[in-house]
Each structure stands twice: as C-alpha cells, then as structure tokens.
C-alpha cells in the first residue's frame, strides 16, 4: 500500500468552510507557529506561565509597567480598578501600595481674605490639611476681588483651615482687592422662561465676551442642567454675564452653582513636590513646603476602570482613566503617588515621547472639562511646565477630526495619535511648534483603548472591523482569515477592554477580547504571527500585558483556576499553566484540520496505518509528551462525521492503526498532561482506493 506525507499548511482559517480549508487548520486553541527554512509553520503548543507575584491583587487588572531606577532596581507598577501598587525584588517579591488618595467635600463657603496679599484661608471643618496636600477648587469662588478656581498647595494652620497663594499662570501674585472674612460666594444662575440663556453673577468674575466659562459642578436651574463649558455671550457688568445653553427654561428660576457650596477636591501627597500655577486670575497655588510625612485622614484612594502608565527616567507616570497626571520616585522614600499639580486634572492618558521626553496627554483640558480631542504636553526633562510660553516647548493641539482619541503610543521616530476614525502622526520639529500633526490614515481607527502595538518596526492594531498595519508604504490593512471568530461574537458594549499583547520572543501579537454574553472581560484571543504572516486563536482571558521587558519575558493579568482573584502571571516560563496555589495544570493545547481529500474524493480511501513524526519534548529534555490524535471521517461535506479516536502517541509510538473508510477526513491533535512539550513534524499515513460506494 502506498504512504504518503502529512503536511499542513500554516495557519488557521475559519473564514473558508472545513472543505474548502483542505489541508490546512480550522480550529485552534493554546498553540502557536514556528517557522522553519522551508517557509513552513509548524504547530506546536503554547509556552506556559507562572504565578510573577504570589499573592492574589484584590480588583481587576488593566494596566501593567515595567522600568527600572538608577540603581538598577527592577520594578512592575500595577494598575488594578481598586489600586495602584508597585511589585519589586528578584527571588522574593514585595509589593507597596501607592495608589493616590484624594478626598472631595461640599462646604458651605467661608473664606478670608486680606487687602493686599495673595494669602486665602480657607475654612473647613475637619479637613485635616497637611503641608504636602492640594486642593482642587471646582467650583469658582469670589472672595475679596480674587475669583479661586483651580489646583492650590495647601499649608496647614490646624485641623480645620488651611491657607492657599493665589498666582496667576505666569507665577505673579495676584493680591486680594478687600479684607473679607468668613464670605464667598459660588455663581448664581437666573433663567427665564422658554429662553435658553442662562444669567450667571460671580462678583468681579473678570469675562469677556468670547472667554469660557467651565462648570464642573452640574447643576440644574429652570429645568436646564447647567454642565460643561460654555462661551461667554454678553457682559452687562463686572459682576454678571450671560451665556447661551442646548435648551429652553421651563420657568423664572434663581439657583446657584452646587446649590451654593464649595467643592474641594483634596489630594494627598508626601515628601517635596513642586509647586503649581493655575488656569487663570487665581490658578493654581505655589509656595514652600513643610516638614512631615503623614497622610491627612478621610482621604479616600483613587479607585479607576483604567489606568496608563509609563516612566519620566527611574520616574513612574501614572495616570487614572479621566484623572490627573501622578509620580512616583523609587528612590524618594513616597508611600503614594504624588499628583503633578501643574498637569491637566483631567485626562483620557498619557504616554512620556521620546528621545526629547515630554508627558503627552489626550483627552485632556483647560478648563477641567474634559476634551476629547485636545492633546497636550509638558516641556522638555519638565514635567512641571504645561503652560507653553516663547520660552519653553509646553504646548497644545486639537485632532480636528474625530469625535475622540482613543490611544496614542510611542512608535518609531513619532507619537502616534489614533481616534475612532483615523491615525495621526505627531511628530517633534522644535521651535516654535514643538510638533508637527499629519493625518496618515483614514478609516482606520481605533477600536479600543489598548488594541495598538509597536512590533519589529512596524504598528499593528485593531480597528473597528478589520486589522491594520503601519510600516515603510504607510497604512495597509492585514488579512485576517480568522475574522468571523472576532468580529462576529466581540462584546461591543466593552470595547475599551480589549488588550493588545505582544511576544517579541516568537513575533507574535494577541489582542484579548470579550465576547457576547460572557461578562464583559476578555475571555478569548486571537493571535498573528508577524514573521509567517499567519494567524491562530483560543480561549484564555487577560486583562493586561505588557511585552518582554527588564522583568524578562512577557508579563500578563488574569485569574488562575481555584480563585475568582486576579494575578499578575508571567508568561513563557513553564510548559505548564499555573493555578492560584501556584502548581502547574495542564495547558490543553489543540487544534483541528479542514478536511483532506484523500484521492479526489471519487474513490473512497482506506487508511490504515498513520506513522506519527513529532518532537515529544524540549531540547536536551524529556522526551515524555502524550498527544492524542483523532479523525473525524465523511463522504460528503454537510455529512456528520464518524469518529475514530482518540489514539493516544508518545515517541515510543510507531504507527497506529485507525483503520477507517471515507472521502473526506479530518484530523486533530491535542493535548491535556504537564510538564510536556511538543510540535508536529512530517507525519505519514498508508492508504488504498477502498470503493466508490
């Protein structure tokens, strides 16, 4: 009888149907592709994971960094929903917690100020202020011809007032015009019936027509909620001035900004940090520093459905989805993030550019009102300076198209710059502009938040129905013969937390996804191989990843069997995976051919004989795999296949004899023992025509 060789085609493809895939692999899970000279992909199981930190983190991961400090101190920041933590040690792994605390009150307004200086005090009950904390005055409040609004250092006078200094951008004090004590007021809003036009009074507010004017605080007066930015319309006095809203007064009405308090957003920080400068006529505060190191109480932790990460040097930069921009040095001796004063407070991300080294923030303000087209970044080697002056290369751009960034990331040679309809390139040209902004790419926007990676020279990413790549001839879509298996069961309700995950060490990229009806976090992957151009898929959930870094191999987050806790796990550690006690479980690795046409399909083949070709375990290690081979035969496509299996191989293994009778076969492979390894060689089977019917 004569035999004949087993050889696959690389990749997997579920877009084709199982008879039109012939020869090559329709089902996947837990395996990957390497290629070998003759340009072939040969199949093998995926490299398992380890438990990277021991103990369980207590709220879902999203985000991961890895760095290093000047002393060349490894450390992993760990961005959680309920935490920011940072891993560090070799054989034995500490972890600190350093999320940021922040605290807000609604007091009623009672502030001093006196003639002639820039110092305001500030009475709230309770607040317990130290010398190291800020406060972030959302609601504009006038007090002795000085409007407050913004981000002020604090400096304790006792447990229930603290003092601020009020500066303008440039840093030059900006005295009280009246001695005042225990007063303020918040703005005062007057409708009128079926007009849109809303009438605010703030004494000595300091508008004019065209300025914006940013309410932080909603507020709803005459039937119109009042919230967001708004452009100054007239102004009848210095006290009073209008503006124009979406909507029609449902009658006369008079109320006043968050019902008349003040609303104080205090964030905690330790040790020095500079000082601040603010939006305007009384921005943010600046000023000495005291001595101590507690942390004022009631100050509650920062919690974030995302964070992004990165580091300034041995610096780390963290900033909370919709939050302000924090720091945290290693070697300072901080117990928590400290937030950067002078940053915007509100920001979508950030990432630090290189080789000039500047925080680039999107999704960012002026104003505290979030835009969500506006990029904007601090000087160069100066994360203090955000305000762009002749003298340094602070700065700022709104992507004229788009309804929003989504990301952007450090790619080669430029910052790219992604909204939900294109791709940007944001490159550094020096004075005066900092930066020049291109439109590289159209229709090829982001899909999510983190679904864009930097791989081998080029950037790949996921796009609303399709995958694209950014290389030497610009933007080009990749094929993808896998598409039905993401786009046709993806959860679009969660798409922000789809996760790009890239393994240098074997070319591959994994965007982890969510499907339908599965809970909203990322249970599935899909995975191409930028050397074979191939793709595979399967089943596993990781909510955050970063590559190979100074930790070592690539390192993700997800649960472990036996707890219902997320881990920070690093991958390609282990032919095995790893359950929350930290034992190894079995990866079950398999996949599943179309269906080969034996001989034309006119004539039916008997097979008798398959002659298994495999390596059975690591180079120079135990040869001690168990795989399982089966075959699933018909006569005709639609037909329900016969099952012949599975037969169990090792190396000791010389043929098995499944002895079965079709037009149409199928085979697969899996596997299911630890400590094993394996990848598929040139198998042979022995077959003759058997018949037509």
Request: glycine share 12%; net charge negative.
């Amino acid at each position: 009888m004569p035999h004949s060789s087993l050889k696959l085609i690389p990749g997997v493809d579920v877009n084709r149907t199982p008879a039109l895939n012939e020869a090559a692999i329709s089902f996947s899970n837990l395996i990957r592709f390497v290629p070998d000279r003759q340009g072939l992909g040969l199949v093998q199981k995926l490299g398992g994971w380890t438990r990277y930190y021991q103990n369980a983190i207590e709220s879902i991961i999203r985000c991961l960094w890895a760095w290093e400090d000047t002393n060349a101190n490894s450390y992993l920041a760990v961005g959680a929903e309920a935490s920011l933590s940072v891993i560090s040690g070799t054989t034995t792994k500490n972890r600190r917690i350093i999320t940021p605390r922040k605290r807000i009150d609604n007091v009623a307004v009672d502030v001093n100020t006196v003639s002639g200086t820039n110092v305001v005090t500030i009475n709230d009950t309770g607040s317990n202020i130290t010398n190291y904390d800020f406060v972030y005055i959302s609601t504009q409040i006038s007090v002795g011809g000085l409007i407050l609004f913004g981000i002020y250092q604090c400096f304790s006078i006792g447990a229930n007032s603290f003092n601020i200094y009020t500066y303008d951008v440039l840093g030059n004090p900006v005295l009280a015009t009246a001695t005042v004590t225990n007063g303020g007021d918040v703005a005062v809003f007057d409708t009128v019936l079926d007009s849109p036009f809303v009438t605010a009074t703030l004494a000595n507010h300091g508008y004019v027509v065209g300025d914006t004017f940013p309410v932080l605080v909603s507020t709803t007066v005459g039937g119109i909620p009042i919230f967001g930015n708004y452009i100054v319309q007239t102004v009848p006095t210095v006290d009073t001035f209008t503006f124009a809203t979406n909507y029609l007064a449902t009658s006369n009405d008079t109320g006043a900004m968050n019902g008349g308090d003040a609303r104080y957003e205090f964030y905690a920080g330790v040790g020095p940090v500079p000082a601040g400068s603010g939006y305007g006529v009384g921005g943010y505060g600046v000023g000495g520093y005291g001595s101590g190191s507690g942390i004022a109480p009631n100050i509650n932790t920062i919690t974030a459905s995302d964070w992004t990460l990165d580091n300034w040097g041995e610096i780390l930069i963290a900033c909370p989805l919709g939050g302000g921009i924090f720091q945290w040095s290693p070697t300072a001796g901080n117990s928590v993030l400290t937030l950067i004063p002078q940053a915007p407070i509100v920001n979508q991300g950030i990432v630090v550019a290189m080789p000039q080294r500047q925080i680039i923030a999107w999704g960012s303000t002026f104003t505290g009102i979030p835009d969500p087209l506006l990029i904007r970044w601090c000087d160069v080697n100066n994360f203090n300076v955000w305000l762009g002056t002749v003298t340094n290369q602070a700065g700022s751009y709104r992507i004229p198209k788009g309804s929003r960034i989504v990301e952007c990331i450090q790619g080669p040679q430029q910052t790219l710059v992604w909204t939900d309809l294109g791709l940007w390139a944001m490159q550094y040209i020096g004075f005066p502009d900092v930066y020049g902004f291109s439109e590289i790419g159209t229709g090829c926007g982001l899909i999510g938040r983190k679904a864009a990676t930097s791989l081998g020279g080029a950037v790949y990413w996921m796009g609303q129905s399709q995958f694209y790549r950014l290389a030497n001839g610009g933007v080009e879509p990749v094929s993808c013969p896998i598409w039905d298996v993401v786009f046709q069961d993806l959860d679009t309700d969660n798409l922000d937390r789809i996760r790009v995950a890239p393994n240098s060490r074997f070319g591959e990229i994994a965007w982890y996804f969510p499907t339908k009806g599965n809970g909203g976090e990322p249970s599935h992957y899909i995975k191409y191989n930028i050397f074979l151009n191939q793709w595979d898929y399967g089943t596993l959930s990781r909510t955050a990843w970063i590559n190979e870094s100074v930790l070592g191999p690539p390192i993700g987050a997800g649960k472990l069997p036996g707890s219902a806790l997320d881990y920070v796990i690093q991958h390609e550690t282990s032919p095995d995976a790893v359950n929350a006690d930290g034992n190894p479980v079995a990866i079950n690795a398999s996949f599943e051919t179309g269906y080969f046409v034996i001989s034309e399909a006119d004539l039916k083949m008997f097979v008798d004989q398959v002659w298994p070709d495999m390596k059975w375990g690591y180079y120079g290690g135990t040869q001690n795999a168990n795989v399982n081979l089966t075959f699933y035969v018909a006569d005709y496509p639609g037909q329900t296949p016969l099952t012949y299996g599975p037969y169990v191989m090792t190396q000791n293994t010389t043929f098995i004899t499944p002895r079965f009778r079709g037009r149409l076969v199928s085979i697969k492979m899996d596997s299911n023992d630890i400590g094993t390894f394996w990848r598929i060689g040139n198998m042979r089977y022995r077959s003759q025509p058997d018949g037509k019917f």
